[in-house]
């Protein structure tokens, strides 16, 4: 059975990964981590106790402890998710976005590239390092157009300047030293598991517990939504399928108003969750993020036609399975609230 280290294995997106190798026996996982206050171990209840399943804990900027990883674990590909995620954070202490998106993504490149030399050669041919980045990379839209793998890099904020660069590295380490990467762009993510500090899971909480719904500026800055485990099958498609030294673009052509957005969740929850008053009637427009990017939009052309990759849900289905979940969840997200992170603004200079 493939062998693949996961890094960022206890976050959102990298969870769902962990979660979809184990429970279908695709793989044998280790999940390198360093559970910052954005990862969360009970994300990985259902799979914990699999054979299939290996933890380790350790940051990606300690060479050592990556070393020590690739060493005892002996990887067939890596798939590398972990990383400060957040740009409203990135807006009030960028200096941790550099260290661990840039240098700990170098410490990687670094030990991938010792370990990848010293491999039989059909196990070099198949071997892949996978660097999971954002959309964000590209910069803004306008109004029309749409992010393809040609367009050129323009990040606006801590956050996205931390992921492009860690994305010119990734490239330059297959260019230089022929290490087999692969590199995925994907738009906004949503589902199951989301930390509650994201648009998403912030509105949905913060209306059960009856508090403002922060929507920043007007409301009218675009994102492209897809749901985590359509994220999670076009990663692993891009692993097995796609072509060492190439991008792909990942993204469903959901395109929402943030506005639309915390209204949806609202008409959703006024259905499932009545409450005396709409929810809607807590939408409370903020001051604006520095820097916001107005649009983003992806195409998904190159990952549709080369490898056959098609999303199963649609933002609707989507979002209406997301708001159920965190009614269904509270085990997962209350002590999440109470302990981390209970809703305050961020980012906000
Ligand atoms: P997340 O913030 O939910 O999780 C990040 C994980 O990385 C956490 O488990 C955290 O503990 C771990 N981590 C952070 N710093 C670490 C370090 N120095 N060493 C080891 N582990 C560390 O992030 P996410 O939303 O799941 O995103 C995962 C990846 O996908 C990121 O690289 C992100 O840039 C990218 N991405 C995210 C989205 C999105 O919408 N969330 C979209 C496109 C791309
Ligand atoms: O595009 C991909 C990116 O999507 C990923 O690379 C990032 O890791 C991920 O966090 C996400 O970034 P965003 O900044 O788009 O996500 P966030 O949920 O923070 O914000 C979504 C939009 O909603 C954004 O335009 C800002 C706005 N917003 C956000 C919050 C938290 C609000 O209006 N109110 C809020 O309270």
Redesign the pocket.
Known sequence: MKRILVTGGAGFIGSALVRYLVRNKLAEVLNYDKITYAGNSSSLKEVDSDPLYHFAYGDICDLQAVEKAFRTFKPDSILHLAAE????RSIDSPAEFVRTNVLGTATLLQVALDYWKRLPPDKQETFRFQHIS???VYGALGEEGFFTEKTPYAPHSPYSASKASSDHFVRAWHDTFGLPTLITNC??NYGPYHFP???IP?TILNALDHKAL???GK?A?V?DWLYVYDHVTALCLVNEKGRPGETYNIGGHNERT?LQVVQSICRILDELAPWEKPYESLITFVTD?PG?DLR?AIDPTKIETELGWKPSENFDTGLARTVRWYLDNEWWWRPIREKKYAGRRLGSL
């Open positions: 995620s957040h740009v409203d954002t959309d964000e738009s906004n500090e994201k648009l912030l922060p929507v920043y409301g800055n994102r943030n993020r916001h983003y």
